[in-house]
């Protein structure tokens, strides 16, 4: 696939937060950064000193073994959690003391290691439920079915069946979402996330559950989605192949602490990532 080579090729150059983002995205405001985040959990540091910054139009990856806190991670940035420490600025602003809605609106979307659906309505009623943030008529306006009403609804059906075609899943569009073959979930998810209109597209583990050729597919979706869009990716993922082939930037986390950050060539070549995920070898191990 071309475009992974092209994305294991791309210059990752330092940045004044001791960060690297893509040589592109140098002049540009930063999507995201977080400068010495951390949270405990009655006096657990679940995730201590997190600093990242990630370019306008980078994909970026986030590591670590199981219980790294990966997520939590995802939970500080989206403010599901409110850090303990530190700060995160979204597109410049800084988030703390907002909400989930609030810090939606600055441009942040995800979506979670579990699949989170509204399995009994419609593919097209999910992916409209992401669009209501660009409602433009009234309460009233949409009691009595005004002509504004009907236009705006028209738009997000519209607009719905694009996104969709994304992922191929226009002609599903009528189809119960809690029907739909665990992959086609998955990608469902993605597109509603997209439907906010986001400059940071935050996936949890996106490949879960996938088989190789979906997980293929995923990946030039991904960066099909990056560069139509012009926003910037963000994922956790176990599986490396996925990481290596279009994560750009990789932070490795491991009990909640960073120990690597770097391209995916210096990552692989850490010896500290590796004794992360496979352990320390014994002397006179080979």
């Not at 330092?14 to 949270?39: A, C, K, M």
């Not at 420490?85 to 003391?97: E, P, Q, R, S, Y």
């Not at 490949?207 to 989605?225: F, Q």
Request: net charge negative; hydrophobic share 40%.
């Amino acid at each position: 696939m071309t475009e992974k080579k092209r994305h294991s090729d791309t210059r990752m150059v330092p940045v004044p937060s001791h960060s690297i983002v893509p040589e592109r995205d140098l002049g540009s405001q930063p999507v995201l950064e977080t400068s010495h985040l951390g949270i405990e959990f009655g006096g657990l540091k679940a995730v201590e000193d997190f600093n990242l910054t990630i370019g306008r139009t980078e994909i970026a990856g986030l590591i670590g073994p199981n219980g790294a806190g990966k997520t939590t991670v995802f939970n500080l940035i989206t403010k599901v959690y409110e850090p303990t420490t530190g700060t995160v600025l979204i597109n410049g602003k800084d988030t703390h003391g907002m909400n989930i809605v609030q810090a939606s609106r600055l441009g942040i979307a995800r979506t979670f290691q579990n699949i989170r659906l509204f399995g009994n309505m419609s593919v097209e009623d999910n992916v409209c439920i992401g669009l209501h943030n660009q409602i433009r008529y009234s309460m009233m306006e949409g009691v009595l079915r005004l002509p504004r009403y009907w236009g705006a609804e028209r738009k997000m059906h519209k607009e719905a069946l694009e996104l969709l075609s994304i992922f191929d899943m226009q002609d599903l569009a009528d189809t119960q979402a809690g029907s739909l073959p665990y992959g086609a979930q998955r990608r469902l998810e993605i597109v509603r996330a997209l439907a906010t209109n986001p400059s940071l597209l935050l996936l949890d583990e996106p490949a879960a559950g996938m088989n190789p050729h979906e997980t293929e597919e995923l990946m030039e979706n991904i960066i099909k989605i990056r560069d139509r869009f012009q926003i910037a990716i963000m994922l956790i993922e176990h599986d490396m192949n996925l990481v290596m082939g279009i994560c750009e930037g990789i932070c490795v986390l491991n009990y909640g602490k960073v120990i690597a950050k770097g391209t995916a060539q210096e990552i692989q070549n850490n010896p500290v990532v590796v004794e992360a995920y496979l352990g320390k070898r014994k002397e006179g191990e080979k």
